[in-house]
């Protein structure tokens, strides 16, 4: 997930286009005068009233800070629900919902020859209703509505991450067509046995908080506050050091090296005295507490439909349910709620037949129907061509109906994943998006802040301003000053807030921890949360647009105190004294 | 007489005081020649350095013109103006107008540092901190060199102005009551070096001030009330 923004299908003309950028800056800004950056560092870290500059950096570090590491959590949650959706889905899904698709497995195959495709496998879908016998005596059978799955194990292997979700079997090395089988020893235990199934957790589970041992990296929330002691002690030498050189007199000058010293022994103290060390903890999280065992049975039951869409019905016009005992041989969880919870997986041709999809002969006058599936998901080469290779599927249904027009007119719903659970994906993303906006507004109110302190700077160094331009400093050249002023501090604040963004997503767990013990404050209930962390996706295109927004907005804010300076007149800026 | 270095002819300059125009010189107009030593001698309030401002380029006449060696300096470019201030004219005011944050060796490198762009001042640094060092010595600072203005005496403030004003050997400089904020023997001293400057280095100096003893180092000396010459250039 982290190297998603790799595949940004602009980053290389990004790049290109920054590096460009930022050499013509740098060539502008060689091009400049020189006084102009000496004057400007000076204004910027020469003495104790250069602190307020300084601390006007903060809003920016702390908007910068918050943007990054707010955006890079929820963009977690947004990463790891696509992740978790994609992941039980497939890249593409081709729906001819409850009324079926004949001949899905030519048309599965006529898929798999297209340009970009991987693989295709035909799905069946209906609704049923499971009844669980626990097996702890003392609690009532439960009765629950499922989506019941018919998949070709072998096939649906190679969909999304349907295997590493799967409990039990996952990383062993069964064979993809043995997943539903039941293994030897749950049969030896029992004198009958039934097809196996692959439960949600959340099917035949109960929610539970449990405590969860955990590893986290004991020491780390230390050597991150250190971290941030020294950037402190470093700040605090250079101001004093400034200060010092401005009074002789005072010699405050010989506090420099000691808070630089304090600041090397900081340094020191964090890699000698303060290891990170893996510490096993128990934290409490929600899981779901499965009421059977793998080798447990199950009773699913569904109503058959039709081709028609009529239900099959018995004697009396009593709909047919058709129910089946099955073994639970693994249960699955992929983080994603809907699938957890309500997905029942069983063999192809058993679903086929609960479904009402199976090949019915001829009888009564009706005449034969062919086998029909529910879906057909497709795994494709790239999940970057997801649009394109869904118009190139419609255009291969097309050439499908056109060949075999004993298919009759059908109406299929071809769409990505994405396309398919936008609604859960809209939802997260306008979440993430409208909290990044109303963080976003903090930089308004920062550049307000530089714009002021821009202006009053401009205001206070007018004889300055004077002299410049007495000595032949031009217009643009002092208020260009300013602008250096301004973007100086929003480098400052972006630096501050990027470093101390990345170093709190680098030491998220144990800080989260830290807090947790210390303060007491759960910071991320596992019980309210698939996650058994805290997520995040750290996007640098992300991070390059904050910083350079704060950059520009920064420049453009302090365009106040520029244009005061540039358009001062400078016997006007000499004539008080 | 040699050659004229600058040229003053019918220079007016009005200020607007809310809805009134204030005017402040009324055609001026006067002459200074190549190594000239020239005082303008008025009252407090008679123009005299408002007249500095505008041949100093500084400011815009309202009405006539300022010739610097041959050019019509409003004709010309602001641009021009202000390289010129930076290569061929030096000031030196009677607040010293030293920038606080920068030390004395760094003032005296400012009009250096104004006409050098960054790419070029690690080469350039040295040769024109040897002269700005050159120059401090000359004026007798070279033990104030990194010291800060507010740690200088009102003396060696000037002198320091002085040797921003000096170190990119203008050939004009101009002086506003160069001795006005300092004590007699302080004044003294300096005025010995703005004429030191003029008789041995032969730069032309024009120098406004309203002390009749100072006016006295000039050469020439004319006197400016409400805004008018009383004698022609």
Same mark, same amino acid.
């Given at each position: 997930m982290q190297s998603e923004w790799l595949a940004w299908p602009w980053l290389i003309p990004a790049i290109v286009g920054g590096g460009l950028v930022a050499l013509a800056l740098l060539a502008v800004v060689l091009r400049t005068p020189v006084y102009k950056h000496i004057i400007c560092l000076k204004y910027l870290f020469c003495g104790w009233k250069a602190v307020v500059p300084l601390i006007s950096a903060l809003p920016a570090a702390l908007g910068v800070f918050l943007l990054i590491l707010v955006f890079a959590i929820m963009d977690g949650f947004v990463a790891e629900t696509r992740e978790m959706t994609r992941g039980t889905l497939a890249d593409i899904i081709i729906d001819a919902h409850m009324e079926g698709l004949p001949y899905y497995d030519d048309f599965a195959r006529r898929i798999e020859n297209l340009?970009?495709?991987?693989a295709a496998t035909p799905i069946i879908q209906t609704f049923g209703v499971i009844r669980v016998k626990p097996q702890f005596a003392a609690i009532k059978p439960i009765v629950r509505h499922c989506v019941l799955l018919g998949i070709r194990p072998s096939e649906k292997a190679?969909?999304?991450?349907f295997r590493e979700y799967l409990q039990r079997q996952r990383g062993i090395g069964y064979p993809p067509a043995d997943l539903l089988n039941v293994p030897d020893y749950m049969r030896s235990a029992r004198g009958t046995v039934y097809t196996g199934c692959i439960a949600g957790v959340g099917v035949i589970g109960t929610p539970l908080p449990r405590p969860v041992s955990e590893v986290v990296q004991a020491g780390a929330e230390w050597r991150v506050l250190l971290w941030f002691m020294t950037g402190l002690a470093v700040v605090i030498g250079l101001f004093v050091w400034q200060a010092g050189r401005r009074h002789r007199g005072r010699r405050l000058w010989r506090l420099a090296p000691l808070a630089w010293a304090g600041a090397v022994l900081a340094l020191a103290l964090e890699a000698l005295l303060i290891p990170v060390v893996p510490v096993r903890t128990q934290r409490m999280q929600v899981i779901d507490f499965p009421l059977i065992n793998y080798g447990g049975d199950l009773v699913i039951s569904t109503i058959p439909v039709r081709e028609s869409g009529a239900l099959e019905v018995e004697a009396g016009g009593i709909p047919k349910v058709s129910s089946r005992v099955l073994t639970l041989v693994d249960t699955f969880k992929s983080g994603y709620w809907e699938a957890d919870s309500l997905h029942l997986y069983v063999d192809f041709a058993m679903a086929q037949q609960m479904a009402g999809m199976e090949a019915q002969p001829a009888s009564d006058g009706r005449p034969a129907v062919g086998a029909r599936a529910s879906q057909i998901q497709v795994k494709i080469?790239?999940?970057?061509w997801g649009a394109a290779m869904v118009g190139l599927i419609q255009e291969a249904w097309q050439a499908f109906t056109r060949d075999r027009p004993e298919v009759g007119p059908l109406h299929l719903t071809i769409n990505t994943w994405e396309t398919q659970q936008r609604m859960i994906l809209t939802v997260v993303e306008v979440e993430r998006n409208i909290t990044a906006l109303m963080l976003g507004m903090m930089f308004l109110g920062f550049g307000i802040l530089i714009a002021l302190i821009s202006y009053v700077m401009a205001y206070i160094k007018s004889r300055d301003v004077g002299i410049l331009k007495a000595v032949g400093a031009h217009d643009a050249g002092v208020g260009s000053l300013f602008l250096g002023y301004g973007f100086i501090i929003g480098l400052i604040g972006t630096a501050i807030g990027l470093v101390a963004a990345l170093l709190m997503l680098h030491y998220l767990d144990p800080i989260e921890l830290w807090v947790n013990s210390?303060?007491?404050?759960?910071?991320?209930?596992?019980?309210?949360?698939?996650?058994?962390h805290i997520p995040r996706h750290l996007s640098v295109p992300w991070c390059v647009g904050v910083s350079m927004a704060v950059l520009v907005l920064s420049t453009l804010a302090s365009m106040a105190g520029g244009l005061l300076a540039a358009l001062k007149q400078p016997v006007e800026a000499l004539r008080y004294e | 007489m040699s050659e004229t270095i600058l040229q003053a002819q019918g220079l007016t300059k009005d200020y607007l005081m809310g809805a009134q125009t204030l005017r402040v010189l009324h055609h001026v107009t006067l002459s200074v020649a190549r190594g000239e030593f020239l005082c303008v001698l008025g009252p407090s309030g008679s123009g005299k350095s408002t007249l500095l401002h505008l041949l100093g380029l500084l400011d815009r006449p309202t009405e006539g013109s300022v010739i610097f060696e041959g050019q019509d300096a409003f004709a010309k470019p602001k641009r021009w103006r202000d390289r010129m201030r930076n290569e061929a004219i030096g000031f030196v005011f009677q607040f010293y107008? =030293?920038?606080?944050? /920068?030390s004395v060796l760094e003032n005296t490198l400012l009009p250096a540092m104004i006409r050098t762009p960054a790419m070029a001042w690690p080469l350039a640094r040295r040769k024109h901190r040897e002269r700005a060092l050159q120059v401090l010595l000359d004026l007798g600072l070279s033990d104030r060199v990194?010291? =800060?203005?507010?740690? /200088?005496s009102g003396g060696e403030r000037q002198r320091a102005a002085l040797a921003r004003a000096l170190v990119h050997a203008p050939r004009l400089l101009f002086a506003d009551e160069p001795t006005g904020n300092l004590d007699t023997a302080t004044g003294a001293e300096i005025m010995r070096v703005l004429a030191r400057l003029n008789q041995r280095g032969g730069l032309t100096v024009v120098m406004v001030t309203h002390d009749e003893r100072v006016a006295g180092q000039a050469d020439r000396i004319l006197r400016l009330r409400d805004g008018r010459l009383l004698h022609g250039a």
């Open positions: 340009e970009g495709v991987q190679e969909m999304g991450r080469k790239n999940p970057a210390t303060l007491g404050i759960e910071v991320f209930p596992r019980e309210m949360y698939y996650f058994d | 107008y =030293l920038m606080p944050d /920068l990194h010291h =800060l203005p507010q740690e /200088l």
